[in-house]
């Protein structure tokens, strides 16, 4: 049933959200995320166009959000009934994706916003908040994102988002007449007066201020016929880009939009356009001063970084292109860019937690899906930290900040761990399932970087684990026996295995979905005391092994024992291997919200095995010695000397 309206004589009625929703569930679901992104505005369901459109009428939504999967007869009609009855609503459409190439070229302009179902969840509340929210007006004559705005385009792509099966006739003054064809949501064919197929769409696209209907008993829609109708598509959003503004369309993805200000700068890397638009507007509305720049991806992200200079970065964790601590990283191997602080969004809390504890510009983290409160205020917290000066140490008299979603809940505090060039001396956590206090407090500061750790009951073996670690061959050594030596390899993928030998372990524990590396400690010797291990979002996969060792060059290696042929890869395709090492499980650390963060291990033998097969028993991998360990920036895994024994 419709939730109730809001009445009282006198009273301005409350703002409100139209949801469109067939199924009960989802009405439901959909109404809680509503509730909690648009706490100030009533949701009223609809079951039906003719339901939509009578308490439409009565409540004149600020914004609709439509379900077209499956899709409604009849909804381009009851769309132009809205573009007419309530111009200034906004509408989210809930459907199949649309065509990346496309939505990279309309980004966020046009009278109906889209989101691919099923949906996450931070995506759909940046989706509605940023709809609900201050939604500044674009250099355009049309303000975007309202139904006044309505054009073909929208249609065809709704049509398109809802897989649907429709002929659309289109109509521009008394004389222009056409018809779309869409079968299983692909444009099919197209007609009008003496053109049809491309040439027909292309016509009826240029047509200003076109008017469009459903037929009343549809036909079956024409087979599809062999024309790129997004190319089309394509064509005319570059053409309407290009002349002076009638409807607004975006800028190409992924270029940077910046406002030019007098205030404080901030860089958002997020390759959620309506999140960019949501973060853009909230801060803008809040800080009016301040110099706003957003990029979709890591790599424009970093070059806007470095050529601003800013005071804030806001970084999402997970980016199609560099995840944000690899963004990180990289700034913080470039001088002018080391000293800017970052303030780290993502849903994957437990990854972007270890991340904030390993990186040292990441000053504070922010839980996706946020509110726009929230975000203001942590932002306006850091930003008044003051910005730092590049080449100048990084304090860390103070922990950073994480703020959660929410009012209600306060920012926690993430201390950092210190650098790992000199590894603190790590004791074995052994006997206990939980450190007492006291004990707590000295794992606390000799082990973990997290809040709160956990460690590891064992009886004898009962933390023993397999780490399985795919490797690509750098150089390989042959004996004067023409047998393999010593091998230099490195890690073909972050991504790791691990196997828990105790049953009643390895049920309580995370270790089936996969890791990645994380830090790593050396001894005194230069070998491996501790690794860290990071829960993968992903379940793990087998990297794609490769046995063969395409020779590219042979060098001769004189040493103290006795001369040594090197051989180098040639190619792209180098020779891929798995290492199995066995280790124990330390330690478990803990995000501020009880997940698994990071498991420590302890690496107690250099005896390894290396295999070319995979599903191999363990036992039948060549015998290697781990001999030494060459880490990267972030001391994690970069290259292993292996050096074979009897």
């Not at 036909?219 to 394509?234: E, G, K």
């Not at 023993?464 to 690509?472: C, Q, R, S, T, Y």
């Not at 750098?474 to 295995?497: C, D, E, H, N, Y």
């Amino acid at each position: 049933m419709p939730a109730p309206l809001p009445s009282s004589a006198g009273i301005a009625p409350q703002p409100s959200v139209l949801l469109l929703e067939e199924y009960d569930a989802l009405a439901a679901a959909i109404g809680s995320a509503l509730k909690k992104f648009a706490p100030q505005h009533a949701t009223f369901v609809a079951r039906s166009l003719a339901e939509a459109e009578t308490l439409a009428a009565k409540i004149g939504p600020e914004l609709l959000v439509i379900d077209v999967d499956p899709s409604w007869l009849r909804l381009t009609d009851f769309l132009e009934k809205m573009r007419t009855a309530n111009p200034h609503a906004r509408a989210l459409i809930i459907g199949a994706a649309i065509r990346a190439e496309i939505a990279a070229e309309r980004g966020s302009f046009g009278a109906l916003q889209f989101i691919e179902k099923p949906f996450d969840l931070a995506a759909f509340g940046a989706a509605v908040q940023a709809l609900l929210g201050p939604w500044r007006e674009s250099e355009s004559a049309s303000p975007r994102g309202s139904l006044r705005a309505l054009n073909l385009i929208d249609v065809v792509l709704l049509h398109c988002a809802a897989g649907a099966n429709v002929i659309v006739d289109v109509r521009a003054g008394a004389k222009n007449s056409g018809k779309i064809h869409v079968a299983e949501g692909q444009i099919s064919h197209a007609e009008t007066g003496k053109l049809s197929g491309a040439e027909a769409l292309r016509e009826m696209l240029t047509w200003p201020d076109a008017r469009m209907s459903e037929e009343e008993k549809p036909a079956t829609p024409r087979r599809r016929t062999q024309w790129n109708w997004p190319a089309v598509l394509l064509e005319a959003l570059r053409e309407k880009a290009s002349q002076p503004p009638r409807v607004s369309l975006p800028e190409k993805a992924p270029s940077a939009k910046v406002r030019p200000k007098a205030g404080q700068k901030i860089v958002v890397i997020d390759d959620t356009e309506m999140l960019l638009i949501f973060v853009e507007d909230v801060l803008a509305t809040a800080v009016p001063e301040l110099q706003i720049t957003t990029t979709l991806n890591g790599v424009s992200g970093i070059k806007e970084i470095e050529r601003i200079i800013p005071d804030l970065v806001l970084l999402d964790y997970s980016l199609p292109d560099l995840n944000g601590d690899e963004v990180c990283r990289r700034l913080m191997q470039n001088e002018r860019t080391a000293q800017v602080p970052v303030l780290m969004m993502s849903g994957h809390v437990a990854e972007m937690t270890a991340a904030a504890a390993r990186l040292e510009n990441v000053v504070a983290t922010i839980e996706k899906p946020f509110l726009s409160d929230a975000l203001v205020s942590l932002v306006q917290r850091t930003l008044a930290a003051g910005r730092r000066i590049p080449g100048a140490p990084v304090k860390r008299s103070a922990p950073p900040e994480t703020a959660t979603v929410g009012p209600s809940k306060a920012p926690k505090q993430i201390p950092k761990p210190s650098k790992y060039r000199q590894p603190p001396d790590l004791k074995p956590a052994v006997g206990v399932a939980t450190a007492p206090r006291s004990e707590e407090v000295e794992m606390q500061r000799s082990v973990l970087a997290t809040p709160s750790a956990v460690r590891v009951a064992t009886a004898a073996g009962e933390n023993d684990a397999i780490l399985g670690l795919f490797l690509e061959a750098v150089s390989m050594q042959l004996t004067p026996q023409f047998r393999v030596g010593a091998i230099r390899a490195k890690p073909a993928s972050l991504t790791v295995s691990l196997h828990l030998l105790s049953a009643a372990v390895r049920n309580a524990s995370p270790t089936e979905t996969g890791f990645q590396l994380g830090a790593t400690e050396l001894d005194g010797n230069g070998r491996i005391s501790t690794l860290r291990l990071i829960p993968a979002s992903k379940p793990f996969q087998p990297a794609q092994m490769r046995s063969a060792f395409e020779i590219g060059g042979v060098a001769v290696i004189p040493n103290d024992a006795r001369t040594r042929v090197q051989l180098t890869p040639a190619g792209s395709t180098p020779m891929t291997m798995e290492l199995l090492a066995h280790l124990q499980l330390a330690a478990v650390e803990l995000s501020p919200t009880f997940q698994v963060a990071q498991l420590i291990l302890k690496w107690h033998t250099n005896a390894v095995r290396v295999t070319l097969n995979p599903k191999a028993p363990e036992q039948s991998g060549a015998s290697f010695e781990a001999a030494a360990v060459k880490l990267d920036s972030s001391a994690r895994i970069a290259e292993l000397l292996l050096n074979p024994t009897k």
